[in-house]
């Protein structure tokens, strides 16, 4: 089998991996699930309103009280998260999404997966080493 994907999901899918593996230092489970699963479901439905898709009232009101229990969650005194930490498990999710979008529609999603993966690692490694040479 041949391998497929690309730099960009490499990148995606490392960036999504690393941010995650970030922000859950200072993130219960529940709270980051929900960070992260809302952001990548507001990144692809923002893309697709940019892409000129429409979008029905039904899925604008899911959309809604999604957001108002984000808000709901971050508003002081909720025990809201620390900002930082909710911040980057969101660009956690914006890269997932990403990642999402940039394989739609592949007309073979398990080689552009394992090529992915690879790509992602190799860039894991390189942050590694660089790292290490600066310690």
């Known amino acids: 089998m041949a391998i497929g994907g690309s730099w960009k999901g490499g990148l995606a899918l490392y960036l999504y991996a690393y941010l995650f593996s970030v922000a859950y230092l200072q993130l219960g489970a529940g709270v980051g699930a929900l960070l992260l699963f809302g952001a990548v479901q507001i990144t692809m439905f923002a893309f697709a309103w940019f892409k000129g898709e429409g979008l029905s009232a039904r899925t604008l009101l899911g959309m809604l009280i999604a957001f108002a229990g984000l808000v709901l969650l971050l508003l002081p005194g909720a025990e809201a998260p620390l900002l930082l930490s909710a911040l980057v498990m969101a660009a956690s999710g914006v890269a997932w999404g990403a990642y999402s979008l940039l394989g739609k529609g592949s007309p073979n999603p398990l080689a552009d997966t394992a090529g992915n ?7 894991a490694k390189t ?9």
């Open 117 to 123: 993966f690879l790509r992602s690692c190799s860039k």
């Open 127 to 135: 942050c590694q080493q660089a790292r290490c040479a600066r310690a």
